[in-house]
């Protein structure tokens, strides 16, 4: 098996595309650029890239969407958190390829028909970010926080969001943005 | 990162045959938090990763006749969630809580926890596992703040930085391999090895291994861990202890103590253990065996301050395994 269909390129033949397909085996694929779709915000998009192609690469230097932003690149600061299958996750350091047929969701897709999604209102009102380079980061994390534990208390709070860094040292705001976020949720409106 | 070819198989058998002889060509990618950061620092240059995240055996927690089945692939966030671990186990799933990040909570799983390489900054650096430069090594007379205040007579001078390994010595799991050629089963303490020389390694793994999955046998034991850390969110405890207590009425019949992030490997304190024997957990006697447990430690010029907080981990450790739950 090994040493079969190594070669660059051809072996991406569709067959990475989505992963309902069985993958077959001695199923390798790269070093060079194959084709992956990744489904994001809904909408599926298709590109052509390296294996070594982080998610948040893909996502900011392939397919425009530079909301998630690339700060430490070591899986640490939280800047680059997106949702993968209802779960946060850091892209820096997820492969684009695997996150072929996952459902992505990116800051991008928050906003609902011009409308902010609760949390960026939240962080808003009570001034949650100074520099704002960490904030759609701690606004996807506090999304899937919230998804997860709807009714938090305010050590909840601290502790749901540790994979998050700000710099500035906005924590009391954002602790503040949460809870009002939750309430909001709660209530059902635009979540 | 170098460029790489990307496996992505469905069935164990198939995972296997991808892997080779060697360290350093082909890695297995699990969570990938250890891994793709070691590769984007050049640490790591393999010419292929094997996804094995697709493969549906090395999921799930099950209980069977010899103890709870933990596979490989379950992330430290559906073993934190885990109400059996969480009731038999506590030890495991404070363990899981003090991986303070969700998203690596989500990513990261059990079988990477055990596999990652240590943390210790030398070895992030590029200066190899035992840090040498001109044939000593260089964390002696260095920055040594976060490494081994055990087993540390050298050549290695990291502290291992499993979560889950001491937990897992504690509770007696075993640890199961696979290869190509078959299975094999590892004690939770043979599974972490202080490496003698450069191109050894710090668990029992092999490069054509897979670790499948973890058996925790049901020992009906108190247990917990408790870490102590500077900081409450993402970052390495300081030092960290994992117990488990086997009781009879209220008093110790035998005792595991482990240590964590003072030696190599996880250490077991068997000295400490022993000295429970026979009696109440108190504070007192909580105290006496983490002195006993740390009475042999020798820190190296910048981390003395480690065995003081070790001691303080046994002590709540042990206290925190036999504290009523409600």
């Known amino acids: 098996m090994r040493g079969v269909g190594i070669s660059t390129g051809a072996v991406g033949s569709g067959i990475l595309e989505t992963a309902a397909l069985a993958a077959p085996a001695g199923n390798v694929a790269g070093p060079g650029a194959v084709p992956v779709t990744l489904k994001i915000n809904g909408k599926p998009y298709s590109l052509n890239i390296e294996p070594r192609v982080t998610l948040i690469d893909a996502l900011r230097n392939h397919l425009d969407l530079t909301g998630a932003k690339k700060v430490c690149d070591r899986a640490t600061c939280g800047a680059c958190t997106v949702i993968m299958d209802g779960k946060v996750v850091y892209s820096c350091t997820t492969l684009a390829i695997e996150a072929q047929g996952k459902d992505i969701q990116t800051i991008e897709g928050f906003s609902q028909n011009g409308k902010l999604h609760p949390v960026s209102a939240a962080f808003v009102n009570h001034d949650a970010q100074q520099c704002g380079y960490c904030t759609p980061g701690f606004v996807v994390a506090v999304k899937g926080f919230l998804d997860k534990h709807p009714n938090p208390t305010e050590q909840d709070v601290e502790a749901g969001l540790g994979g998050n860094l700000c710099r500035c040292g906005t924590y009391v705001g954002m602790r503040k943005a949460v809870l009002e976020a939750a309430k909001e949720m709660r209530g059902g409106r635009n979540a | ?326």
């Open chain 2, 1 to 326: 990162m170098q460029p790489f070819e990307y496996a992505n198989p469905t069935t164990l058998q198939e995972a296997l045959g991808m892997l080779g002889n060697r360290w350093g060509e082909t890695y297995v990618l699990a969570g990938g938090t250890d891994l793709i950061s070691l590769m984007k620092e050049y640490i790591e240059t393999p010419k292929r990763l094997v996804n094995i995240k697709g493969i549906k055996e090395l999921g799930g927690i099950q209980s069977t006749k010899t103890g709870l089945r933990i596979g490989s692939t379950v992330t430290v966030e559906e073993l934190l969630d885990h109400a059996e671990v969480r009731k038999s186990f506590p030890a495991l799933t404070e363990a899981a809580r003090g991986i303070s990040s969700p998203q690596i909570r989500n990513m990261g799983t059990v079988g990477g926890d055990l596999c990652q390489r240590p943390r210790c900054w030398y070895f992030r650096q590029g200066f190899g596992l035992l840090a040498m430069k001109d044939g000593k090594s260089l964390v002696p007379d260095g920055e040594n703040r976060y490494h081994a205040i055990l087993g540390n007579g050298g050549p290695a001078y990291f502290v291992s930085a499993s979560s889950f390994g001491p937990a897992l010595v504690a509770l007696g799991a075993k640890i199961r391999l696979a290869s190509a050629s078959g299975h094999r089963e590892v004690a939770a303490s043979k599974f972490f090895v202080t490496p003698q020389n450069e191109n050894a390694r710090e668990i029992a793994l092999l490069p054509n291994e897979i670790l499948t999955e973890i058996i925790v046998p049901h020992e009906g034991t108190k247990n917990a861990t408790y870490e102590v850390r500077q900081k409450q969110a993402l970052d390495w405890p300081l030092a960290a202890a994992s117990v488990a207590l086997k009781m009879k009425g209220s008093t110790v019949s035998s005792a595991r103590i482990v240590l964590a992030h003072v030696a190599p490997t996880p250490w077991e304190a068997t000295e400490a253990g022993k000295a429970l024997d026979g009696k109440a957990v108190t504070p007192e006697s909580a105290e006496e065996a983490a002195k006993a447990a740390l009475a042999d430690a020798k820190p190296l010029s910048g981390n003395g301050y480690k065995v003081q907080l070790a001691r303080v981990a046994v002590k709540r450790a042990l206290l925190e395994a036999v504290r009523a739950r409600g």
